[in-house]
């Protein structure tokens, strides 16, 4: 088995909590703590990638996302901190009064090519197209995909299965509830969790793609990982479990009924969610797990986004 170097940027590890909600008593992972403007999941993958884009000496980091992708705002905070200058390519319009990861992104100062929704279905292209242009100024560019899922990006949560072994007695966990955008965080959690023979399964809440397409994405990447750096580990797809259906009102928007229960939830544990990601996976996590008093066995992770509460700021206070 090779495993790959990394930064140490995050707060880790983060805290497991029991907390009751409802009377209902559940387990979750606290990833919105791994720092403050570095906060979520995101930054437990750009240890990895932003060590291999200081190997190679790069100049730039291009990554893409949506206006308030809290990769792009991880990346382009954690490469400053590095010396590293980001391009962000995202999905969306400029405005002059920029909230939550889009504020921050123009704050510290990355580069911003904003998307439509076309150009954004060739966005990896577009990135590529771009970093010839940088290269033949003698700029070395290193390419992230969105959310930073690479064989590589997914190590965060490859290794985030040795650090959660050690606070929870996993094999009572029967299994992990965690968003699911670009697929990284679900694909390092079942690749991890087959590398450590537990066998929790992996509740993937879907809150992008179409559910084939998120499967295959999470799958290709938990292989080629195990490809990659010699794992020796027996994917079992049926560990994976894909919950669909609570995006219907797309990627950054959130419904009245999801807000109620976010508004409810931080009202009652001082814990809040967003509306992209969090905000929906844990509606999945309550409807399927806390209604019927399984939150023992089931553990939510809490992968963060609190910057793009910021972006909808009407609908959080009118819920």
Not at 43 to 55: G, M
Not at 99 to 124: M, R
Not at 247 to 269: Q, V
Request: proline share 2%; with cysteine; glycine share 10%.
């Amino acid at each position: 088995m090779k495993i790959p170097k990394k930064l140490f940027a995050a707060n880790t590890p983060t805290p497991v909590q029991t907390l009751s909600y409802e009377g209902r008593k559940f387990l979750i992972k606290r990833d919105d703590l791994t720092g403050a403007e570095l906060s979520g999941n995101k930054i437990r993958k750009l240890e990895y990638l932003i060590y291999q884009t200081k190997k190679e000496k790069a100049d730039y980091i291009f990554t893409s996302g949506g206006l308030q992708s809290n990769h792009a705002r991880a990346t382009a905070i954690c490469a400053a901190r590095e010396g590293i200058k980001t391009k962000l390519f995202l999905w969306g319009k400029n405005t002059s009064s920029p909230d939550g990861n889009l504020f921050l992104d123009k704050f510290i100062g990355a580069e911003i090519q904003y998307l439509t929704k076309k150009e954004n279905e060739n966005v990896n292209q577009l990135m590529y197209s771009e970093r010839q242009k940088y290269l033949s100024k003698g700029k070395q560019v290193y390419v992230i995909p969105e959310g930073g899922s690479t064989t590589l990006g997914i190590w965060g949560y490859i290794s985030f299965v040795e650090e959660l072994k050690n606070q929870i007695d996993l094999n009572k966990i029967k299994g992990i509830f965690a968003a699911c955008g670009s697929g990284g965080t679900a694909a390092g959690l079942l690749a991890g969790l087959a590398l450590h023979n537990f066998q929790t399964k992996v509740f993937a809440v879907n809150v992008l793609y179409p559910e084939s397409v998120i499967r295959k994405k999470i799958l290709n990447l938990a292989e080629g990982a195990a490809l990659d750096y010699n794992l020796n580990i027996n994917l079992n797809e049926d560990r994976l479990q894909i919950v669909d259906g609570y995006s219907e009102e797309g990627y950054e928007n959130i419904s009245a009924d999801k807000l109620k229960l976010i508004k409810d939830f931080a009202r009652s544990t001082g814990i809040i969610f967003d509306p992209a990601y969090t905000g929906k996976a844990f509606t999945a996590y309550y409807e399927k797990i806390l209604t019927q008093n399984k939150g023992r066995d089931y553990l939510f992770i809490h992968t963060g986004g609190l910057f793009g509460v910021f972006g909808k700021k009407t609908q959080y206070l009118s819920a």
